[in-house]
Nanobody, 127 residues
Framework: QLHLVESGGGLVQPGGSLRLSCAAS????????IGWFRQDPGKEREGVSS????????DYADSVKGRFTISRDNAKNTVYLQMDALKPEDTGVYYC????????????????????WGQGSQVTVSS
């Protein structure tokens, strides 16, 4: 069985930091791209960041550039999203998703490109 499990969400004050983890089980990330998406109730799912695990290519939404950093640890089969300088508008449920054998040109923030999804982790930025 293929699973993605997110962890690391929580409540943080504006300007604070959190690190989300996306741990994969049942498959190796070597041939996948991992995307992070977030969603608020009543809004569409929004792509935040993506990484191609085979070559390290990364993408970031304009809203998070310079604040968020995506990375991977292939030995641990885990992708991380380091979120710094958090803002209230970063609040939402964060999902990681896996795309098998990504090809270029990519559409890293199109949810339809992804094959597997985690259950989500709540991030709340509030004072």
């Amino acid at each position: 069985q293929l699973h993605l499990v997110e962890s690391g969400g929580g409540l943080v004050q504006p300007g604070g930091s959190l690190r989300l983890s996306c741990a994969a089980s049942g498959f190796s990330l070597d041939h996948y791209a991992i995307g992070w998406f977030r969603q608020d109730p009543g809004k569409e799912r929004e792509g935040v960041s993506s990484i191609v695990c085979s070559d390290g290519t990364t993408d970031y939404a304009d809203s998070v550039k310079g604040r968020f950093t995506i990375s991977r640890d292939n030995a641990k089969n885990t992708v991380y999203l380091q979120m710094d300088a958090l803002k209230p508008e970063d609040t939402g449920v964060y999902y990681c998703a896996a795309q098998y054998f990504p090809s270029y040109p990519r559409r890293p923030f199109n949810p339809d490109e992804y094959d597997y999804w985690g259950q989500g982790s709540q991030v709340t930025v509030s004072s």
